[in-house]
């Protein structure tokens, strides 16, 4: 059974940073690609980042050079260092698991940027 959690999430001023978490539980977590999407209000969900299972990492332009996306092997988590954080950040985050062809998502984390 996989289980995705998210926290970190918060209200934050602009320009200032925030870490989010996602721990996965089920399976071998070291071979499964793993990403970041947000979902603003009104909008569709976005892809914002991906480290895959042999720690490649991979973007979208709306977040290079802002967002870092990280692995920790050893505790089935994957992170998302946010910097620089804009108002039009604000979205709900979610962590997605792609397992043999499965797309396993987390519940989400609310991001607020706002002063």
């Known amino acids: 059974q996989v289980q995705l959690v998210e926290s970190g999430g918060g209200l934050v001023q602009p320009g200032e940073s925030l870490r989010l978490s996602c721990v996965a539980s089920?399976?071998?977590?070291?071979?499964?690609?793993m990403g970041w999407y947000r979902q603003a209000p009104g909008k569709q969900r976005e892809w914002n980042a991906t480290v895959t299972g042999g720690d490649s990492t991979y973007y979208a332009d709306s977040v290079k050079g802002r967002f870092t996306i990280s692995r920790d092997n050893t505790k089935n988590t994957v992170y998302l260092q946010m910097s620089s954080l804009k108002p039009e950040d604000t979205a709900v985050y979610y962590c997605?698991?792609?397992?043999?062809?499965?797309?396993?998502w987390g519940q989400g984390t609310q991001v607020t940027v706002s002063s």
């Open positions: 089920g399976g071998i977590f070291s071979r499964y690609n």
């Open positions: 997605r698991q792609t397992r043999d062809g499965y797309a396993y």
